[in-house]
């Protein structure tokens, strides 16, 4: 089968189309043919070497849709032929609050889903929402998994809250402003790009802001009224800017960062008994929940689809965060 | 009446003695004899202009217990000569999560106990848990409150967990161990000083450590099995340790800082979903089961006790930081 692969550390252009042995489904697996795949900054990071625990040669890619194409013993109530989706947490573990310490995620160490075919656990394959097309399907996994968890489980979002979601237009920021509009909250979005931000209100933002127009945007911020979750996860001085607009009792979830360190100001930290919350991934609980808004009929926000052989140009795309919403892989061989 | 009071900034000798007029209560407020009075960080800083908000000259302290002497209008259930506590947080409102913009502490703006007399709401007065001796009761306001709501409504310590407390000896860190035995918890303070450490372990501290002697106990720590919860006021790099040592899933709860600012690292702190939640002092709901503690017999740690007349000395004696326990002041005229 061809599989889009890492051989060695330095960017996505080091990524090739291989020929290798299509894998087979073991006890408790199942073997899916890929239809459509989704990019992640996880994988630009993973070429870059920026990311722990990597082995190479590997296939890459941690969003998935397709088909069931064989299974493993012990594997009931699954058909071959039917559409799905793969939840790209490995081993996530009974506790819903944190992950197993062996967990991993699809595309490293384990090979991902840039292929014709994958192997997956029975528990990380779903059924599609019915709503969804394969490649709309395939563009939720990942950054869906980790919006929904940082909005609801972590973020306790609740209709008619105000949540603030800084730099529009990667895969988890535009999922947390899809599913805050989902359950009728209010949403603040900023970014540097006026484009995005055309685009953010086409999908509901409330209010937009142009962070290089306005630099102090956060102290006019105070004016909007309360706002009681800010989404995050770009570091340095933003959680600082955060907490600043923060309502008393306010919440910050940040999902990772483009910085190593964050800083922040104490006192209208402990004075405002804001929270400030970290997030991974999700687990099996959040996955399902997850699938649940897209069978209402929202749609993931997709920047542009590429065919499998332009997978180095998708990736190139990705590592330039030019994007706004998914990139995704279609015309799988 | 006499009362300690602050006219100038400059530090705690600042502090005067000076003969006032006796307040009056008013509608809803209560006259209380004040017989004990003590110390908290926040006396000191307010001497030394470390604080929003001060007006001048005003009576300091937040911690006080004595006799009701007399009751406004409007007050019922309370019956002169009365031995009571007070509640030094004014006016938190009726949401238990957060306090109403307009709170204040008693002591600033509002006039303190450190006089014969105080005036404050009815709300604000409790009887006295009957096993304290007055000079106990008055050890336990402010510190109390604070460490509580840390300990219990933010951080949610549950028994046989485990709890970090670094920086034992000042008046909330000793009231979180106390409390985190109470309910049987397990503990592990760290202090610069041999002897607090000793102090700490005829408490109950279970694991004490010497940061000036292991200047990597927090690398250290890790074979001590899992920390569910750090309680700390230090800020500066003490979070990133926090986050270090915290099992997946853990909490840090910081309820001051002696730094401004704080900075941590990304990384291990979304990864292992951690939570870092503010606190400042507390609401009604966690005064009363403060009280309740001490209604079992739990009894505060009292570093020294000093003479009406003696309050600077004892406000200098707070300033060094070199107390294990809560600093009172006693013989009130």
């Known amino acids: 089968m061809k599989a889009v692969r890492l051989h060695e550390i330095g960017g996505p252009q080091n990524l090739r189309i291989d020929s290798i042995d299509t894998p087979e489904p073991r006890t408790g697996e199942i073997l899916v043919r890929i239809r459509a ?3 992640n ?8 070497g920026l990311y722990p625990r990597i082995e190479l040669p590997r296939t ?20 071959v032929g039917e559409e799905v989706v793969i939840d790209p947490m490995i081993g996530w573990g009974d506790d819903p609050q944190v992950w197993r310490s062996d967990a991993t ?10 292929a014709e075919y994958v192997v997956v656990p029975r528990e990380n394959v779903y059924r599609k929402p019915k709503p969804l097309s394969i490649n709309e399907a395939a563009a939720i996994p990942l950054a869906g998994l980790t919006a929904y968890r940082a909005t609801f489980t972590r973020g306790e979002l609740q209709a008619g809250e105000t949540v603030l979601i ?16 989902y359950i009728g909250a209010r949403t603040i979005v900023t970014s540097g790009s006026d484009e995005k931000l055309e685009r953010a209100r086409t999908l509901g933002a409330d209010i937009t802001i142009n962070y290089n127009a306005t630099p102090d945007w956060h102290k006019d911020l105070r004016k909007a009224g309360p706002i009681d979750l800010v989404v995050d996860s770009s570091g340095g001085d933003t959680l600082s800017k955060a907490i600043g607009v923060l309502r008393p009792g ?10 190593p360190e964050s800083t922040f100001k104490l006192f209208p ?22 699938l649940r808004v897209f069978e209402t009929g929202v749609k993931p926000a997709i920047d542009r689809v590429y065919a499998f052989d332009e997978a180095v140009a998708a990736a190139e795309r990705m590592a330039q965060s030019e994007q706004f919403g998914k990139i995704v892989l279609d015309g799988v061989p």
């Open 41 to 48: 900054r996880r994988d630009v990071y993973i070429t870059q």
């Open 269 to 290: 930290f402990f004075w405002n008994h804001i929270d400030i919350r970290g997030t991974s991934m999700g687990s099996p609980q959040d996955f399902a929940g997850m």
């Open 60 to 79: 890459l890619g941690s969003d998935g849709a397709g088909v069931v194409a064989a299974v493993g013993e012990d594997v009931a109530n699954v058909n």
């Open 37 to 39: 795949a989704a990019f």
């Open 105 to 114: 995620i699809l595309g490293m160490p384990r090979d991902g889903t840039f």
């Open 250 to 259: 306010g919440r910050v979830v940040i999902y990772g960062g483009t910085r």
């Open 166 to 181: 800084p730099g529009i237009g990667g895969g988890v920021q535009t999922f947390v402003l899809l599913f805050a509009k």
